[in-house]
C-alpha cells in the first residue's frame, strides 16, 4: 500500500509540475508569458528595494508577429 501511495504522490508532483510550465508559457512558441513575466518580476523588484539597487525595464512591441 506504501509503494502505491509513493507512485501517486510522484504522479502528482510530476503532474502539477506540468501544469505549472503549461501556465507559465506561451502554447504556440513556448516562451514565457506575462503571468511568469510577473512572478520574475515581483521577485527582482523585491529584491532590488531590499538591496537599494536601481532596476530597468524595457518594453517592446512587436507588431504582426
Same mark, same amino acid.
Given at each position: 500500500?506504501?509503494? $502505491?501511495?509513493?507512485?501517486?504522490?510522484?504522479? *502528482?508532483? #510530476?503532474?502539477?509540475? +506540468?501544469?505549472?510550465?503549461?501556465?507559465?508559457?506561451?502554447? +504556440?512558441?513556448? *516562451?514565457?508569458?506575462?503571468?511568469?513575466?510577473? #512572478?520574475?518580476?515581483? #521577485?527582482?523588484?523585491? $529584491?532590488?528595494?531590499? #538591496?537599494?539597487?536601481? %532596476?530597468?525595464? +524595457?518594453? %517592446?512591441? *512587436?507588431?504582426?508577429?
Amino acid at each position: 500500500m506504501m509503494h $502505491v501511495f509513493n507512485e501517486m504522490t510522484a504522479s *502528482i508532483q #510530476e503532474n502539477k509540475q +506540468l501544469l505549472k510550465q503549461l501556465s507559465n508559457t506561451d502554447g +504556440l512558441t513556448g *516562451i514565457a508569458n506575462r503571468r511568469l513575466f510577473g #512572478e520574475h518580476f515581483r #521577485e527582482t523588484w523585491l $529584491v532590488c528595494l531590499r #538591496e537599494s539597487k536601481p %532596476i530597468s525595464l +524595457l518594453f %517592446i512591441d *512587436i507588431d504582426y508577429f
